[in-house]
């Protein structure tokens, strides 16, 4: 099926928040990434998004180009040829660009799309975080407001974020610190300068104590009874259930419980990047250990190319990321879900 149309994108996002699940969006770094994400979609019979970071935007574009516009275009063309071929529905979307990097990759991207929708085609790439957390709620918002409206203009979403998570991810650290937990002043604030009835045009990350990483138990303390109290006070005040398409970051690790819970409160997108990393990797690492004296020319010797063709590693470790997927959308709830649409919408 083709990458999400900005209706469909729309649609299911409406159908994790009115179901009570969430989308995986699972964070790639190749087409190799890419490819283990859908297959795990398509096994778990689930929609999802497919995410580019920072870092892996300017990977994308090869060592000599360093160009993040040109790698994630290039990606999101790769995926849009790709998952045509597949049963389920997916988005594309940048993850986590901080202010100094706006005029170098977001910005440029929506003024990519908005171009392709005066010539009466959808956007390459459905949705772009502005992540705004080091800077003060104020300023925050002031770009979310010009970059929302941008994104209309773009027919894409914008996802914001509110609090800090801490960790570190592609760069960008966030302190472990009170910052991590998002305030209902916070979440009052959003809704009055970007508007509770526009609500599915952006997506909100509200922090609850994630930190982004793996952590030991005990290392990380989630309070996902914040997000209820944020959406029943928001939505007294505003007449609105659950206001806001929140969004799970930091979640590696995380109990069942605690994933479950954050869910059940309106979380409807949740980010996974660490485990996925770890599992494609391990996979490699023990291809690489098992046959040492194949992928490696010991002692003079030629090794045995049938173990050091990429293809060879390649393979299972797209097999364990795919698994590792299905297990997400498992968890989430999100397995089973995928929404079909009839040929008019496509």
């Known amino acids: 099926m083709p990458v999400a149309t900005p209706e469909q994108y729309t ?3 409406r159908n994790a928040k009115n179901e009570g699940y969430a989308l995986p969006a699972i964070n790639v770094t190749s087409s190799q990434t890419l490819n283990a994400a859908l297959d795990g979609f398509a096994e778990a019979e689930s929609d999802g998004i497919i995410q580019i970071s920072l870092g892996t935007a300017l990977y994308l574009s090869g060592q000599r180009v360093q160009d993040r516009v040109t790698g994630t275009l290039a990606l999101a063309a790769y995926a849009h ?5 597949y049963s389920i529905s997916v988005a594309i979307h940048t993850d986590h660009c901080p202010e100094e990097n706006l005029d170098d990759w977001v910005r440029p991207l929506l003024a990519h799309s908005t171009e392709r929708v005066a010539r009466g085609l959808n956007p390459l790439v459905q949705s772009h975080m502005w992540d705004g957390s080091s800077v003060p709620l104020g300023r925050n918002l002031d770009i979310a407001e010009e970059l929302l409206e941008k994104s209309r203009a ?7 974020e509110v ?13 472990i610190d009170e910052k991590l937990y998002s305030t209902v002043g916070d979440a009052r604030e959003v809704v009055r300068r970007l508007g509770v009835d526009c609500s599915e045009e952006y997506l909100t990350a509200l922090t609850f104590g994630n930190v982004h990483g793996v952590y030991k138990p005990g290392g990380v303390h989630l309070r996902p009874e914040l997000l209820r109290e944020i959406q029943e006070t928001i939505g007294a005040e505003s007449g609105v259930d659950k206001p806001f398409n929140l969004v799970f970051h930091g979640g590696s690790g995380s109990s069942a419980e605690d994933i479950a819970l954050a869910v059940s409160h309106g979380v409807v997108k949740m980010n996974i990047d660490t485990d996925t990393q770890y599992v494609f990797t391990r996979s490699l690492a023990g291809h690489m250990l098992s046959h040492y004296d194949s992928v490696l020319k010991l002692d003079g010797e030629v090794g045995n190319k049938k173990y050091y063709d990429p293809r060879s590693w390649g393979k299972p470790a797209e097999q364990a990321m795919s698994a590792r997927v299905v297990e997400a959308a498992q968890q989430l709830g999100s397995a089973g879900q995928a929404l079909k649409w009839s040929t008019a919408s496509l």
């Open 154 to 160: 773009a027919r894409t979403i914008l996802e914001i």
């Open 11 to 13: 649609a299911l996002i």
């Open 81 to 85: 040829e790709v998952a045509a071929k």
């Open 163 to 175: 609090g800090v998570v801490g960790g570190e991810e592609d760069g960008i650290v966030g302190a």
